[in-house]
């Protein structure tokens, strides 16, 4: 059987991190995540993600570096985060409760769906070597 890909999107602007707070399912309704979706059957992970940041928060962004290991889910599918940067628009949430720009501070200090905590180390490093 397949491992269904599962992308997310760090967008790091001025030592900010953009995140996403879920609004369904409801085990994870309140919870903040990197924003990102499923990688579709013929797509790129690049691809996906930069079709799902579009269709999300309606921004273009341009692809970058893998940030941090693989998460498995279960075993059926596998999270991929990636560095991305802003190439045009204004995020907006389109498919989440809210969205915040939070700094290395605040990170520790949020409510995350807890696949994404696997990150926490390496969106911490990203974000001191912004500042």
Same mark, same amino acid.
């Given at each position: 059987?397949?491992?269904?890909?599962?992308? #997310?999107? +760090?967008?790091?602007?001025?030592?900010?991190?953009?995140?996403?707070?879920?609004?369904?399912?409801?085990?994870?309704?309140?919870?903040?995540?990197?924003?990102?979706?499923?990688?579709?059957?013929?797509?790129?992970? +690049? /691809?996906?993600?930069?079709? /799902?940041?579009?269709?999300?928060?309606?921004?273009?962004?341009?692809?970058?570096?893998?940030?941090? #290991?693989?998460?498995?889910?279960?075993?059926?599918?596998?999270?991929?985060?990636?560095?991305?940067?802003?190439?045009?628009?204004?995020?907006?949430?389109?498919?989440?409760? +809210?969205?915040?720009?939070?700094?290395?501070?605040?990170?520790?200090?949020?409510?995350?769906?807890? +696949?994404?905590?696997?990150?926490?180390?390496?969106?911490?490093?990203?974000?001191?070597?912004?500042?």
């Amino acid at each position: 059987m397949a491992v269904q890909i599962v992308v #997310a999107g +760090a967008l790091i602007i001025d030592g900010s991190l953009l995140v996403a707070q879920r609004d369904r399912p409801p085990a994870l309704a309140g919870l903040w995540e990197l924003p990102g979706g499923k990688v579709s059957p013929g797509e790129s992970d +690049a /691809e996906a993600l930069a079709r /799902e940041l579009r269709e999300e928060l309606g921004v273009q962004v341009a692809v970058g570096a893998r940030l941090g #290991a693989e998460v498995p889910l279960g075993e059926t599918m596998a999270l991929r985060a990636y560095r991305v940067t802003l190439t045009a628009g204004s995020a907006q949430p389109h498919d989440h409760r +809210a969205l915040r720009w939070v700094g290395s501070a605040e990170l520790h200090t949020l409510p995350w769906v807890p +696949a994404d905590t696997a990150w926490l180390p390496d969106l911490t490093a990203a974000l001191g070597q912004c500042s």
